[in-house]
């Protein structure tokens, strides 16, 4: 299905698309790196940002790994020509038969009008139809083209309406070769680590310290031999020619990206506002004792301003259970979360970050010491005073003594283990490193990085 219409050479071509990989491997990112070295060498074109990876809601039901989706956005002539080849590109890499359902947008112009950064905005942490993405794409004149169930129409049309001016992040990909997809992935953990460690806070999420793992290779069949995030694409770029990979790659690619932003996470919440797939933050109270589960998660209920009750999940691989643990009701806290349906219809916050903004009072109350003896006196009875169990004074006029706990938690920020992230989610070393998008300082980055290369050489 498609819905072509002339094009126009002169403006800016927003190419979006998602969905293309399947359960036998095959990647959208990939994808992407083919398409780019083809616009380059066949076409010519100058691209005026590096491809985009923009991660979606990663709560919805139907998402494909990592829930990202990817935007080009190029300059060049004859934009006809090179929408048959995309088409036909994505025709041809996408496994329908195996689970791809893969969406396409093509959108002309040099600015990017208000109802796709509002869908862009709304992909982030909530649940968007495809007829929805549909309709706005032919209210803004916008090509497109769906296989399959085309359930990537949503993704195509919320990276292509991302601006991603705000902060950003980098991550430099390296692709397998043909020979190689498939076979074991072989990577000297040590050098990760000493990379890794050497680079911060410049990169994150390469390697997990405590866990004592790498995190830059994925684990399935896909192309990807692995992945560099950072804060600069020099920097992850020369991490990875560090690495002195074994295996022939066939090259890498530079993206910018929303990835380790919480940029699911920024909308705030009321508890009567939250449905099920959606993510956000909500300030709240603890409302109920934590309890541990199997697996060792903790369980506590929260209330908002409102009144709304509402149970919050924290999973033990997050490293945040014994936290969790500590609280008690009253403390004033911020959760970052994302709402899952439980089989009763009813659904759960499962805890992404927790802000501890003020920590109840907790007091230890006993009875009066005794003055001759220093030990604690028994209660003679209600308004009847205290007797010491030792000397046998009693004293009358006294009430129990109360002394405030020391609660051996504070106040601040925490977030879960590297092992446990999310693409989205911002590790402790991003905070303090955000960005703002300077667009002349990304085309100079453009000009002077060398951030797509294939086999046959920097391009």
């Not at 169930?149 to 919320?158: D, E, F, S």
């Not at 991550?171 to 070769?177: C, K, L």
């Not at 028994?378 to 006294?398: A, L, V």
Request: one cysteine or more; aromatic letters at 8%.
């Amino acid at each position: 299905m498609n819905n072509w219409n002339k094009p126009s050479d002169e403006k800016t071509l927003h190419i979006g698309f998602d969905d293309t990989d399947s359960i036998n491997g095959r990647c959208t990112t990939h994808l992407s790196y083919l398409i780019s070295n083809m616009l380059i060498r066949k076409f010519q074109v100058e691209f005026v940002d590096f491809p985009l990876l923009i991660r979606l809601n990663p709560n919805v039901p139907l998402k494909t790994r990592g829930n990202g989706a990817v935007c080009l956005r190029i300059r060049g002539r004859n934009y006809e020509k090179i929408k048959e080849e995309i088409t036909h590109a994505i025709e041809n890499y996408s496994e329908l038969e195996n689970g791809a359902n893969p969406g396409l947008v093509f959108y002309e112009g040099n600015g990017i009008g208000k109802d796709l950064t509002s869908f862009s905005e709304s992909a982030m942490d909530t649940i968007l139809s495809k007829q929805l993405a549909i309709k706005i794409a032919i209210k803004n004149n916008i090509q497109f083209s769906i296989f399959g169930k085309g359930y990537g129409i949503v993704g195509a049309l919320a990276a292509t309406g991302c601006l991603l001016d705000s902060d950003h992040t980098f991550e430099t990909i390296a692709y397998r070769s043909k020979e190689n997809i498939g076979t074991n992935r072989k990577t000297d953990d040590f050098k990760v680590k000493k990379l890794s460690e050497e680079s911060y806070p410049y990169t994150y999420n390469n390697f997990d310290i405590k866990n004592n793992r790498i995190l830059i290779t994925p684990r399935g069949p896909d192309p990807v031999f692995c992945g560099i995030r950072g804060e600069d694409p020099l920097i992850t770029t020369l991490f990875l020619k560090n690495l002195c990979i074994e295996e022939e790659l066939d090259g890498y690619m530079i993206f910018r990206s929303n990835q380790g932003t919480n940029l699911h996470l920024v909308k705030e919440n009321s508890g009567t506002n939250i449905k099920p797939y959606t993510a956000g933050r909500i300030t709240c109270q603890v409302a109920s004792t934590p309890y541990i589960i199997n697996g060792g998660h903790v369980i506590f209920k929260i209330k908002d301003g409102f009144g709304s009750m509402l149970p919050v999940a924290v999973y033990q691989p997050t490293g945040l259970t014994k936290i969790a643990s500590m609280l008690v009701i009253g403390d004033r806290i911020e959760v970052g979360y994302g709402a899952h349906l439980k089989s009763n219809n009813q659904f759960t916050l499962n805890l992404e970050y927790l802000i501890i903004k003020e920590l109840a009072r907790v007091y230890n109350i006993r009875n009066p010491t005794c003055e001759k003896c220093s030990k604690n006196m028994k209660s003679e009875g209600k308004n009847k005073g205290y007797q010491c169990r030792i000397c046998k004074t009693r004293i009358r006029n006294s009430g129990k003594i109360k002394t405030e706990k020391d609660r051996k938690l504070k106040s601040g920020l925490y977030i879960p283990e590297p092992i446990a992230h999310r693409h989205l989610t911002k590790p402790s070393s991003r905070y303090g490193m955000e960005k703002r998008f300077n667009s002349m300082e990304i085309r100079y980055l453009l000009k002077s990085t060398k951030w797509i290369k294939d086999s046959g050489g920097l391009i």
